[in-house]
């Protein structure tokens, strides 16, 4: 069964800093996708970024940024120039790609941003 | 009203009460999902409709009723809940795909439940 892991229940950085928070994944599939969701305090879940598997390329969404190491089965969120808004849980999640419902979630990792 | 939205945003009940939340998406998407989220602990999937037809069915307690009477509304209803139950329930939607592939889903803000 896949896993999802995020080790880091929570960080901190100070505004205008680079913050990188942590992902593993355990997954016997190739073809795959990977997420960053981001819940601020008023709760509402937002997609962040998205990661295609069979993509080398890291994506890119203005100032997130991914680093995906498929063999390691690492999926890295770098947030840079943090801003006071980007305070939030954040929540790494996989999906099969042969199946449309079944996101795993990691456990999340509480980012404070400190002014 | 755009996204999905959910009421009520709090609810108290007592073990022996009936409730219902209810999930509303303005996205035309036709999957929409339950979610239990607790602190310090993965997004738990309860129920998947797609086309108003439950496709997924993760382990819950009878105690926990979804249905689904069309395809922008949801509903979540509650009797002789137990005080672990307590919880965020999220709702959620996205396109269904006619193959596999990535579909985004859309989540409304919640109903903080407590049961006393």
């Known amino acids: 069964a896949q896993t999802v892991t995020q080790s880091q229940p929570e960080m901190s950085v100070q505004e205008a800093e680079t913050v990188t928070l942590s992902c593993t994944y355990d997954?016997?599939?190739?073809?795959?996708?990977l997420f960053w969701y981001k819940q601020p305090p008023s709760r509402q879940m937002i997609l962040v970024i998205r990661?295609?598997?069979?993509k080398q390329q890291n994506a890119t969404e203005n100032r997130f940024s991914v680093n995906f190491q498929k063999a390691a089965k690492s999926f890295s969120l770098k947030i840079s120039d943090s801003q006071l808004g980007d305070a939030a849980m954040y929540f790494c999640?996989?999906?099969?790609?042969?199946?449309?419902?079944?996101?795993?979630w990691g456990a999340g990792t509480k980012l404070i941003i400190k002014p | 009203e755009t996204g999905v939205t959910q009421t009520p945003r709090h609810l108290v009940m007592g073990m022996t009460n009936k409730k219902s939340l209810k999930c509303e998406q303005h996205?035309?998407?036709?999957?929409m999902y339950w979610y239990k989220q607790s602190a310090k602990k993965p997004l738990e999937l309860m129920f998947v409709?797609?086309?108003?037809?439950?496709?997924e069915n993760n382990s819950v307690p009878s105690r926990f009723s979804p249905e689904c009477p069309n395809s922008s509304h949801l509903f979540l209803h509650l009797h002789t809940l137990q005080p672990e139950d307590s919880a965020l329930y999220l709702c959620?939607?996205?396109?269904?795909?006619?193959?596999?592939?990535?579909?985004?889903?859309?989540f409304g803000p919640g109903t903080r439940l407590t049961v006393l």
């Open positions: 959620a939607s996205s396109q269904e795909q006619g193959l596999a592939g990535y579909n985004e889903q859309f």
């Open positions: 996205l035309g998407h036709n999957a």
């Open positions: 409709y797609s086309l108003e037809e439950r496709v």
């Open positions: 997954t016997s599939e190739s073809d795959y996708y």
């Open positions: 990661q295609e598997a069979y």
């Open positions: 999640a996989y999906l099969n790609m042969d199946s449309n419902y079944q996101l795993i």
